[in-house]
């Protein structure tokens, strides 16, 4: 199995600026791009559609199909949803920046279309310059796991036993160049240990081997892990955000462990190509912000884990740079590439 060198996280600048992007968007950019409810434009029936560059069944499939029926409502369209994988969602993608400049077509896009430019050798397009950001739709927490037979409870204890044994351990990933091969390396770095990476094809098969003890860590979306830590199969070590998780309250976070500043989480935005027109670009985003304060949308994203953030465009496009640039300086450390 191919492994990486460690990577070394953000610095405390990147971090501090992504933070207050991500939590103020709503009161920074609201008065830009708030319009009364009377005032929102509808669409003039024809169907939005929009591109998945993801698999059906991941965590940002599942979430954009149960909020569908109500931005349906919101927008006053049929809301077409279309998955297009592939190449770490460079093909969907493709097609999102393609697509006409007219808001029939949109997509989402998460962590992935920051880290590809960094991990991918070249990309049909430019990952900020060739898109629209109309918001940061919600973020969902990740969590170091560990199988029960790694005699460790938190993270200092991790960091002692895998020091005692360098070269012993060994974590998995969703697959090489991904949000959680660059979590764990980045914890790996930043407590400088001697750990082997072990790339999977997906969110799937990871978690079967880390519950079979075929390999021993991994960094994962706290949801589809929050039963098996509750049952005991896997052990919660740290959570990657910079606060508490609700669902796992007993669980610390990895900086207050003492990694200071270490915060990642997995994050879905709705994109269009660039050249939306501002006029489109509000509706869009008032399309989301409507759909999100219904109860059917409201309630089914939370219920899949995700924090709301349904950050304003001009603050996303900030995010999307300042995310840009923090993921190649963790990519270019870990050194990884895709061919």
Same mark, same amino acid.
């Given at each position: 199995m191919p492994t990486t060198a460690p990577a070394i996280p953000s610095s405390n600048s990147l971090l501090t600026r992504r933070q207050a992007i991500v939590t103020g968007a709503a009161t920074l950019g609201a008065a830009a791009w708030g319009l009364p409810r009377a005032a929102r434009?509808?669409?003039d029936g024809k169907p939005?559609?929009?591109i998945l560059p993801l698999s059906a069944g991941s965590g940002a499939d599942g979430a954009i199909r149960a909020i569908s029926n109500s931005l349906s409502k919101a927008l006053g369209q049929p809301v077409v949803i279309e998955n297009l994988p592939g190449a770490g969602g460079i093909t969907g993608t493709t097609q999102i920046v393609r697509a006409p400049k007219d808001g029939s077509v949109i997509g989402v896009?998460?962590? #992935?279309?920051?880290v590809n430019p960094s991990v991918y050798k070249s990309i049909p397009f430019d990952s900020l310059a060739d898109i629209t950001p109309i918001t940061i739709l919600g973020a969902t927490p990740f969590v170091l796991v560990a199988h029960p037979g790694v005699p460790a409870k938190t993270v200092p204890e991790l960091i002692a036993y895998a020091k005692a044994k360098p070269g012993v351990l060994n974590y998995g990933s969703s697959g090489n160049g991904t949000i959680l091969h660059l979590g764990a390396a980045m914890f790996v770095d930043q407590a400088r240990l001697d750990i082997k990476h072990?790339?999977?094809?997906?969110m799937g098969p990871l978690m #079967?081997?880390?519950l079979g003890g075929q390999v021993q860590l991994g960094v994962v979306a706290v949801a589809p892990a929050a039963a098996h830590i509750k049952s005991g199969a896997l052990r919660a070590l740290g959570v990657t955000?910079?606060?508490r998780v609700a669902s796992l309250p007993g669980v610390p976070t990895i900086a207050e462990q003492g990694l200071a500043g270490f915060e990642l989480d997995g994050w879905i935005a709705p994109v269009g190509p660039a050249g939306l027109p501002k006029a489109e670009l509000a509706r869009l985003y008032n399309g989301f912000k409507a759909a999100m304060e219904m109860p059917e949308a409201h309630d089914a994203l939370i219920a899949q884990g995700y924090e709301i953030k349904l950050t304003p465009p001009d603050q996303a496009a900030a995010f999307f740079k300042s995310?840009?640039?923090r993921m190649a300086q963790v990519v270019k450390n870990a050194n990884v590439k895709v061919d």
């Open positions: 434009a509808q669409g939005l559609r929009v896009v998460s962590n #992935n279309h920051v072990i790339p999977y094809r997906g #079967n081997d880390i955000t910079a606060s995310e840009a640039a």
